[in-house]
């Protein structure tokens, strides 16, 4: 397999940080009926943390797949109980990076907050402690070391469309899968959702 290439928006020409597991904490709040501060310790205790096989895909032309580990987005959310009209999700990363999905959007694609990777726990340049992995898009909407969950009313554009990225101008095709080293469509699921009216951005590979 090829070495994974590693982006970090918020890090771009410096050493990416590597957060203190002591004193982390998951914060979910906003339109929500409890907010939370969760270590990854209370994660563990209150949620069953799942599995699964996937392949994610960059916006920079390659793909990757592997086995991921964390706990889905519409649990960790049903921890906290979104208030009703509250239909999309800020997600915040410890640098600052963020993005906003539609709720709905995220658990139809059974989006995670993943902790492991091939039965590691994620390091420093992956996204350490969790980072938020969606398989349906490319990874300008997930977003790395994520500090906070948001629910709120309204969309608002995210990191990756303020500085100009949109959905349609994800290309090209085919992608590099490095994990097989081989040229690989993306899968129709993932070509569907580009093309569908969704709004975009991320932090990455």
Request: hydrophobic content about 40%; overall charge negative.
């Amino acid at each position: 397999m090829r070495k994974i290439p590693t982006f970090f928006w918020e890090y771009r020409g410096h050493d990416i940080p590597d957060p203190d597991l002591t004193t982390y904490r998951l914060c979910v709040e906003g339109a929500v009926e409890r907010r939370l501060a969760l270590s990854l310790e209370e994660l563990g205790r209150r949620l069953r943390r799942v599995e699964i096989d996937r392949r994610f895909y960059c916006v920079n032309g390659w793909s990757l797949k592997a086995l991921w580990a964390g706990y889905p987005v519409a649990d960790v959310l049903g921890l906290a109980g979104s208030i009703s009209g509250a239909a999309y999700l800020r997600t915040t990363s410890l640098g600052g990076y963020e993005d906003t999905t539609a709720i709905a959007d995220l658990v139809a694609d059974e989006a995670m907050l993943v902790t492991h990777m091939n039965g590691a726990p994620l390091p420093p340049a992956r996204g350490k402690p969790i980072r938020l992995m969606r398989f349906d898009c490319y990874q300008f909407k997930g977003v790395k070391a994520v500090a906070r969950l948001e629910v709120v009313e309204s969309c608002h554009p995210g990191t990756w469309e303020k500085v100009g990225y949109s959905d349609a101008t994800v290309q090209p095709y085919p992608h590099l899968a490095i994990d097989c080293d081989q040229e690989l469509m993306p899968e129709s699921r993932v070509l569907a959702s580009i093309n569908g009216p969704s709004s975009g951005e991320e932090n990455a590979t």
